[in-house]
T-cell receptor, first 112, second 118 residues
Framework: GENVEQHPSTLSVQEGDSAVIKCTYS??????FPWYKQELGKRPQLIID?????GEKKDQRIAVTLNKTAKHFSLHITETQPEDSAVYFC???????????FGAGTRLTVKP | DADVTQTPRNRITKTGKRIMLECSQT?????MYWYRQDPGLGLRLIYY???????NKGEISDGYSVSRQAQAKFSLSLESAIPNQTALYFC?????????????????FGPGTRLTVL
């Protein structure tokens, strides 16, 4: 089955700096890669996703890149703000197989 | 997302007890899921259901069972709870879309149930 690894497990940045979180996956047939943000005590919520037919997607301060050859994808947050502090999860899924696999999470702390 | 609700929100029980966690949704989605979250392990899929007649095991189904009573309701049972089932449990729903040969399947999570097994 699919295996998703996420790094780093914790990340601390100064407000205004950029943050990058990386994930690798094992199943070359995976073709959907979402990112979820979970604030303390809250439920995970989708912030951005990318499909295998594109290499990059951007939404304001967040962007995701996908390298299918290397089987890795990354979340980029620019101009970080204290409210970006949360745990971020990557995930991978394969078409017609709904066994979504999540990474272990990255705890991002943005210091004001 | 108030469209996905879970009861109870917190539960403390003893080893060997039977426990049922319930999930309801008003999003009209056919697909529903149960995940458990443990520190450092992320979210792991327990069971999922594509419709009321469909039940599938996920990554960690041992020790759990589910029932899809209706499109809107999906319950998770622990027949005989054990301490290592102490975790945060999330229900989720989705409504997948297919475009250009690729699928997207956003998961909409409930607020979670914190279960402690003593």
């Amino acid at each position: 089955g699919e295996n998703v690894e996420q790094h780093p497990s914790t990340l601390s940045v100064q407000e205004g700096d950029s943050a990058v979180i990386k994930c690798t996956y094992s199943d070359s047939a995976s073709n959907y890669f979402p990112w979820y943000k979970q604030e303390l005590g809250k439920r995970p919520q989708l912030i951005i996703d990318i499909r295998s037919n594109v290499g990059e997607k951007k939404d304001q301060r967040i962007a995701v890149t996908l390298n299918k050859t290397a089987k890795h994808f990354s979340l980029h947050i620019t101009e970080t703000q204290p409210e970006d502090s949360a745990v971020y999860f990557c995930a991978a899924n394969r078409y017609n197989n709904n066994d979504m696999r999540f990474g272990a999470g990255t705890r991002l702390t943005v210091k004001p | 997302d108030a469209d996905v609700t879970q009861t109870p929100r917190n539960r403390i029980t003893k080893t060997g007890k039977r426990i049922m966690l319930e999930c309801s949704q008003t999003k009209g989605h056919d697909r529903m899921y149960w995940y458990r979250q443990d520190p450092g392990l992320g979210l792991r899929l327990i069971y999922y259901s594509f419709d009321v007649k469909d039940i599938n095991k996920g990554e960690i189904s041992d020790g759990y069972s589910v029932s899809r009573q209706a499109q809107a309701k999906f319950s998770l049972s622990l027949e005989s709870a054990i301490p290592n089932q102490t975790a945060l449990y999330f229900c989720a729903t989705s409504d997948p879309s297919w475009t250009s040969g690729s699928t997207s399947d956003t998961q909409y999570f409930g607020p979670g149930t914190r279960l402690t097994v003593l």
